[in-house]
């Protein structure tokens, strides 16, 4: 069996191989090629374009049209067709040759049955039929890393489920869904990543009977993705080892000369447990005399600002703080390393080491890069529109982007990230890309914040997904790279359900001839701040004395719905002609609206608050007492009740009003349960009570 097992894994490699010099590409040359991280480190032969097919709400056609943000991103399809008895929703409909390198789903209101169906090459027989998370975790083609779902501390029917078994295809592939529920309410959402090779180009299309041949091989392949070793057997290794103290405002070195590349770097800062450290610790490099990565080393590694252990296909953190990288870094004359010290204390680098091998450099040879940025104390809401997108990186040049991430500090009890990918490729004049929001994008679902690792997917740190703190996302990615002659521009929606200000830091890698130019460089002010370890870090409490707080400006953070300032309704008589309002919650709900005070006593407090036919009754407290039970804000028109609470004990800094939805008038609007908070009234009537 040994034997057998030794011969099918070497056609595999010869298989990737031969791909790559001319011949047929198949499911094993393209498993091989995931698998061969140098393959990254050229422009890929033969040439291929990525887009993407997913259900992304149709209203949002170009930057500056009604509709660029719309968030209705769910069981939109290409088309219906009838097949018989069945009615199949098509998803992807792509002409070859081509693969598709990357499918990932999620589901609501459904218990995950509806039929996923793969037809190739202009068959009526489908090639891959069944239930749809069979298809792509279940393990109806094969098992994890492969087909994987995340996180497994998350219910399975409320996980990203991932397919990153290629499916090849020689002329055509059309994928459809077929589910009862889709007319009653289901919510099937979807991304699709396909290959199409330039014209001509060889391709074994996909076959369940060449996947029960290949079964071993496979398998091996799988093994190997899943260890996540860094295969430098039988390479020429030479490493440059590296450790000391770095002063506030020095820099460690190291050069290698010659052609070769690099194949592991890895470090400790401060024993892994200094966020800022991490964050003021800046890794630069220089291939062949062009400085293509400037990122602090904790973002750079996902680490930032925890440093929560993971294992990545290229990256990952121990769980003693060691971080890693076996990304493919070639160089034709010299590779330059530095760790420069921005911050006020000095770093500590242990374990340190650069490890470099031979490559032999030509025509197809690119330069890796790396670049970072952070929106510090960013709005989450911007002009007319509120949601805008940010910009991770524009690139021009000839080359390939290869990964993406964030690291985020939520400062709000609402999600973050709503917000869908956007890339341009080639000055094309819509995007390539639009997805389904960025949980979506980084491969699990239902803004969950539970840790998971996978090969190309990590979230090492969730803790701020629906809270304040902090969130570290990670994708890499394989035979999803997305290659571009001229330029890419990568933009991510910020869309959070709450109206607050966050630091939002993405990071980038990619892959460029020299030559190649990146927007972005050396920021070394902003990785010299201050890391958040706390939501006062990015939220500065606004601080008030006696008078009127308007609601609208109070600090807002919900279980459920959202706030927004709205205005109109004049015979309200809201003052300043705005309201706090707060909508989509359910009785059991809560809002929490923060508040300082310049100093601690007791106050007469006095609350302003909107009535309405569709509003409903709660419990209303005040830093964790109750102030009034069974609040009714029904009324048959809008208008404002005052309420003259009486005095109360306040905080000197942070004090706290919640609402907590109880339930409704029986006149009321039927599940309708809206509340709105024109004003708060503070006025001093003695000293604190000791």
């Given at each position: ?396 040049g000839e080359g390939v982007l290869v990964g993406t991430g ?77 290659p571009f002659r001229k330029r890419l521009q990568f933009d ?199």
């Amino acid at each position: 069996m040994a034997s057998r097992v030794c011969r099918i894994v070497a056609a595999c490699l010869m298989a990737g191989c031969a791909a790559e010099g001319g011949e047929a590409v198949s499911m094993l040359s393209l498993l091989r090629e995931m698998t061969a991280r140098d393959t990254l480190a050229r422009y890929p032969e033969p040439a291929y374009t990525v887009r993407q097919f997913s259900s992304h709400d149709r209203a949002s056609v170009a930057p500056g049209q009604p509709g660029w943000y719309a968030n209705d991103d769910r069981s939109h399809f290409i088309r219906v067709e009838t097949n018989g008895l069945r009615r199949e929703c098509v998803l992807l409909d792509a002409t070859g040759p081509g693969a598709v390198v990357r499918f990932w789903v999620t589901v609501a209101k459904t218990d995950g049955s509806g039929l996923l169906r793969v037809y190739l090459d202009g068959r009526d027989t489908p090639e891959i039929e069944g239930r749809v998370l069979d298809v792509l975790s279940g393990g109806l083609l094969c098992g994890e890393p492969l087909a994987a779902s995340v996180s497994v501390k998350t219910d399975y029917l409320k996980r990203g489920h991932n397919l990153y078994l290629p499916i090849p295809y020689a002329a055509r592939c059309v994928i459809t869904y077929e589910s009862d529920t889709l007319s009653r309410g289901e919510n099937f959402y979807y991304n699709v990543e396909c290959r199409t090779y330039v014209a001509h180009t060889a391709v074994e299309s996909f076959s369940r009977a060449a996947l029960r041949r290949d079964a071993v091989a496979v398998s091996e392949l799988r093994r190997t993705l899943a260890g996540c070793g860094l295969g430098l057997a039988g390479l020429a290794a030479e490493t440059e080892a590296f450790e000391g103290t770095i002063l506030p405002g020095q820099a460690l070195t190291r050069r290698v000369n010659g052609a070769r590349a690099v194949r592991l770097l890895a470090f400790s800062l401060n024993g892994g447990r200094d966020a800022q450290a991490l964050r003021s610790t800046v890794l630069e490099m220089r291939f062949d005399g062009e400085r293509t990565v400037w990122v602090p080393a904790g973002d750079f590694f996902g680490a930032s600002p925890t440093a929560a252990p993971y294992r990545g296909w290229y990256t990952q953190v121990s769980g003693g703080g060691l971080m890693e990288s076996a990304w493919v870094m070639p160089f034709s004359r010299s590779c330059e390393l530095a760790l420069h010290n921005l911050g006020a204390q000095p770093v500590t680098v242990t374990q340190g080491a650069l490890v470099t091998a031979p490559w032999t450099w030509d025509a197809r040879s690119m330069l890796f890069g790396a670049g970072w940025t952070e929106l510090n104390r960013a709005p989450t809401r911007k002009g007319a529109e509120g949601h805008y997108d940010v910009n991770y990186v524009t690139l021009e040049g000839e080359g390939v982007l290869v990964g993406t991430g964030v690291t985020l500090f939520n400062t709000a009890r609402a999600w973050w990230g709503e917000g869908d990918e956007k890339i341009w490729v080639d000055g094309a004049p819509s995007p390539t890309h639009i997805g389904t929001g960025s949980e979506d994008y980084y491969g699990y679902a239902w803004s969950n914040g539970n840790a998971f690792e996978h090969p190309f997917l990590v979230q090492p740190e969730g803790a701020g997904a629906c809270a304040p703190g902090p969130v570290v996302n990670i994708r890499h990615r394989a035979l999803d790279a997305l290659p571009f002659r001229k330029r890419l521009q990568f933009d991510m929606e910020m869309w959070h359900w709450a109206e607050t200000a966050v630091n939002y830091a993405p990071v980038t890698c990619w892959y460029m001839k020299p030559g190649g130019r990146a927007n972005r460089g050396p920021e070394p002010a902003l990785a010299a701040r201050p890391v958040a370890r706390s939501r006062r870090d990015v939220m500065p409490l606004k601080v008030y004395g006696a008078g009127v707080i308007e609601g609208e400006e109070l600090e807002a953070e919900v279980s459920r719905g959202q706030t927004t300032a709205q205005s109109g309704h004049a015979e309200a008589g809201w003052s300043g002609g705005k309201q706090l309002w707060w909508t989509g919650a359910k009785p059991g709900d809560t809002l929490r609206l923060t508040f300082g005070v310049a100093e601690a006593g007791r106050y007469a407090l006095t609350l302003a608050l909107t009535h309405a036919n569709d509003y409903g009754v709660a419990e209303i407290g005040l830093n964790g007492s109750t102030l009034i039970s069974g609040y009714d804000a029904y009324a048959e028109k809008v208008e404002t009740h005052v309420s003259e609470v009486g005095a109360v004990e306040l905080k000197a800094g942070e004090n706290v009003l919640t609402l907590k939805l109880t339930g409704a008038n029986p006149k009321a609007k039927p599940d309708s349960y809206m509340q709105g908070v024109d004003r708060i009234e503070i006025r001093a009537v003695g000293p604190a009570v000791p």
